[in-house]
Each structure stands twice: as structure tokens, then as C-alpha cells.
């Protein structure tokens, strides 16, 4: 138990759906986080949001949509991805966003798009 | 932006020998992280290193941060098959984002 729960674990997806991938972390921290994890890229930083507020977008395809609603919930709403979006996508959580904060990383949920 | 580097890539060794992954950076670093990602699992937070030449140990594995805080070390001391999986280092920049090396992907040969 990580503290950080990523739902679905698996997802399956056609290029001409939509879906998305839900983030629940339990620490009380106020900072999230969602990286992108493939064999090209380990650990690749997508989206920051900071009580609540995006304050990081790291040029990422508007494919990718975050919503955070509120500092414990995450979602990352996925519609016409390619192939190449396959991957890893690990939500992640930290006290603050600031200097020093130690990050906890979800489990993953693992992306196939066909 | 900022990088942090980290070789090598891929290490095998023998279960008992001993392990070494480094991270090197252009710029200072504020401090320093250490984490494991074991095959299939997610990233775990290992420890922080924030003073210059710090050292700081836990129980086979020996983490280093260098005197100009440009670089850090991961050592591990007589391999176990628990230690498979891959090592992380990730550096902050002053009050920048935590910046992820490449990692150093470890198997063990029995």
C-alpha cells in the first residue's frame, strides 16, 4: 500500500477512444504529479498541479487533458492517442512542490493504445 | 532544462559482488534523491542527500553525494537477488522539480 491508488491498472484502448485514468492519494500531501514511463523515456514529467492548480506542463500533446478537483484526486483524460502512448502512467504525490519534498509514486496504470 | 546523468545503463553481476551506479550533473544540486523501482512495482523513495560529501548508509547500500554537489553515488555491498531492479537518482535544482536520471537497470546472475 503506497498511499497513492491508480485506477485501472491495465487499460486496453483504440485510437478513437476515450478514456481516463484516476489518481486517489491518502497523505494528506498537496502537490500531484502525472510521469509518462516507457523504455525510451524512464521517468518523464507530464503534469504538476499544486493545491489544485496546474503550475507545470511540460509540453505535453493536448491528447493528454488533467483534471485535478480537488488536492486528493487526479484524472488524465486520454482521447486519439497514438501507438507510441503506450506506456507506464504513474500518478505521483509530495507534501509540497517545492525543495526537498520526497515524491510517492502510485502503483501505475499500464496504457496499450491499437 | 537541467539534466542528471546516470551510468551505466544496464549492470549484471554475480549475486555477492558488489554494485556502483553514478549520477553526474553540470550544475550544482541542491539535493539529491535515491529510488528503486523493482521489476513490475513503481518507484520507492530510498533516501535524500543534501550536504556536501555527505554519506549516508543503509544496512549493504552506501549512498554518496560529492563535495561540489555536482554528483552522487550508489553503492551496494555483496548483491542479494532482493536487490534486482532498477535505481533512479533524481536532482533538484535550486527550487526546480525533481529531475529523474535515466537509471541503472540491475540483474543478478545467481
Known amino acids: 500500500e503506497t498511499g497513492v491508488t491508480q485506477t485501472p491498472r491495465h487499460l486496453v484502448m483504440g485510437m478513437t477512444n476515450k478514456k481516463s485514468l484516476k489518481c486517489e492519494q491518502h497523505?494528506?500531501?498537496?502537490?500531484m504529479y502525472w510521469y509518462k514511463q516507457s523504455a525510451k523515456k524512464p521517468l518523464e514529467l507530464m503534469f504538476v498541479?499544486?493545491?489544485?492548480?496546474?503550475?507545470e506542463n511540460n509540453s505535453v500533446p493536448s491528447r493528454f487533458s488533467p483534471e485535478c478537483p480537488n488536492s486528493s484526486h487526479l484524472f488524465l483524460h486520454l482521447h486519439t492517442l497514438q501507438p507510441e502512448d503506450s506506456a507506464l502512467y504513474l500518478c505521483a504525490s509530495s507534501q509540497g512542490e517545492g525543495a526537498g519534498d520526497t515524491i510517492y509514486f502510485g502503483e501505475g496504470s499500464w496504457l496499450t493504445v491499437v | 532544462g537541467q539534466q542528471v546523468m546516470q551510468i551505466p545503463q544496464y549492470q549484471h553481476v554475480q549475486e555477492g559482488e558488489d554494485f556502483t551506479t553514478y549520477c553526474n550533473s553540470s550544475t550544482t544540486l541542491s539535493n539529491i534523491q535515491w529510488y528503486k523501482q523493482r521489476p513490475g512495482g513503481h518507484p520507492v523513495f530510498l533516501i535524500q542527500l543534501v550536504k556536501s560529501g555527505e554519506v549516508k548508509k543503509q544496512k549493504r547500500l552506501t549512498f554518496q553525494f560529492g563535495e561540489a554537489k555536482k554528483n552522487s553515488s550508489l553503492h551496494i555491498t555483496a548483491t542479494q537477488t532482493t536487490d534486482v531492479g532498477t535505481y533512479f537518482c533524481a536532482g533538484e535544482f535550486g527550487n526546480e522539480k525533481l529531475t529523474f536520471g535515466t537509471g541503472t537497470r540491475l540483474t543478478i546472475i545467481p
Open positions: 498541479y499544486s493545491l489544485e492548480e496546474r503550475v
Open positions: 497523505l494528506g500531501h498537496n502537490a
